[in-house]
């Protein structure tokens, strides 16, 4: 709940980027709705930057880049092509 309303807050400012950082430990339905909601607002048109801890909701992504420790992209393409590369 107290992530839908600070996208919502943030989004009174019509922003042309919108950084959302999930690393707060939501339980799985809200974060689920929050990915939903986020979803929406990309398909609408706004540039999301999702930034998550899991891999539960990356089908959602139009594009997934995974860091590697020390911060240097890993993989960045659409989210199926992922397994391929990590198998």
Same mark, same amino acid.
């Given at each position: 709940? #107290?992530?839908?309303?600070?996208? #919502?807050?943030?989004?009174?400012?019509? /922003?042309?980027?919108?950084?959302? $950082?999930?690393?707060?430990?939501?339980?799985?339905?809200?974060?689920?709705?929050?990915?939903?909601?986020?979803?929406?607002?990309? $398909? #609408?048109?706004?540039?999301?930057?999702?930034? #998550?801890?899991?891999?539960?909701?990356?089908?959602?992504?139009?594009?997934?880049?995974?860091?590697?420790?020390?911060?240097?992209?890993? !993989?960045?393409? /659409? /989210?199926?092509?992922? /397994?391929?590369? !990590?198998?």
């Amino acid at each position: 709940e #107290a992530m839908r309303a600070a996208v #919502a807050n943030e989004l009174l400012g019509r /922003p042309s980027l919108l950084m959302v $950082d999930a690393a707060g430990g939501a339980d799985e339905a809200a974060e689920g709705d929050t990915v939903a909601l986020l979803r929406r607002l990309a $398909d #609408a048109g706004q540039t999301v930057v999702y930034a #998550a801890a899991t891999t539960a909701h990356v089908g959602a992504a139009d594009l997934l880049v995974v860091l590697a420790d020390g911060g240097g992209a890993a !993989f960045v393409g /659409p /989210p199926a092509d992922a /397994p391929r590369y !990590f198998d």
